[in-house]
Each structure stands twice: as structure tokens, then as C-alpha cells.
Nanobody, 122 residues
């Protein structure tokens, strides 16, 4: 599975941004997908994940209620809608695929995509 993230950029605090991740593999639909971020000088942090069929999602406490993850298996894409962005959301965001939502929550990733930078300014 190859994952390619896009949509990052510079946004003011309180603004919105949508990240997208395109996958190229026939088996895309069998993996849970998620987003994991890494801020400068910090460890990687789980952000959100969605199950293979889209029925189950999970979010970190820091983004719950502000971010929404959704996938389109017909298009092999997963997206992250980010609203009410805060300065602390600044990070490189990585698209990831794993065996399940819980796996991604625990950082157990089978495939990583290249990151996309999100910078939130005051």
C-alpha cells in the first residue's frame, strides 16, 4: 500500500484545513486508515483513525470535536477535516494504514505515507 498525503499548508488559528490521502492498492479497503502527527521536538502522536468500512472512528482527546476523519473506498482516499485549528496543531501529518482502529491508536502502523506540513499561525 502506497499512501500519499496532501493538503497541508499555513492557516490562521481558528481556521480550517482538509488533508487528503490517496492510496494505490487493491487491498486499500481492508486496512484501517488514520492520521498521526509529529510536532517539532515531540514524539509522534495519534490523531484520528477510521475502520476499513468507515463504521468506526477514534480521535485523540486533543482533536475530538474539531477534526473529522472519513474515507471513500471507491476512490481509495481518506481525508481529515480540521476545524478550529490551534497553534498546537502545528505538525507534520502522516497518513497511515494498519490492521484496525485500535492498532493505529496504539501506533501499530503497517504502512506510512509521506507527511504533509500543517502550520497554524496566530
Amino acid at each position: 500500500v502506497q499512501l500519499q498525503a496532501s493538503g497541508g499548508g499555513l492557516v490562521q488559528a481558528g481556521g480550517s484545513l482538509t488533508l487528503a490521502c490517496a492510496a494505490s492498492a487493491r487491498t486499500f479497503g481492508f486496512y484501517a486508515l488514520g492520521w498521526i502527527r509529529q510536532a517539532p521536538g515531540k514524539e509522534r502522536e495519534f490523531v484520528a483513525a477510521v475502520s476499513w468500512n468507515g463504521d468506526s472512528t477514534d480521535y485523540s482527546d486533543s482533536v475530538r470535536g474539531r477534526f473529522t476523519i472519513f474515507r471513500d473506498n471507491a476512490k481509495n482516499t481518506v481525508s481529515l477535516q480540521m476545524n478550529s485549528l490551534k497553534l498546537e496543531d502545528t505538525a507534520v501529518y502522516y497518513c497511515a494504514a494498519g490492521g484496525g482502529v485500535r492498532s493505529l491508536t496504539n501506533g501499530d502502523v503497517n504502512y506510512w505515507g509521506k507527511g504533509t506540513q500543517v502550520t497554524v499561525s496566530s
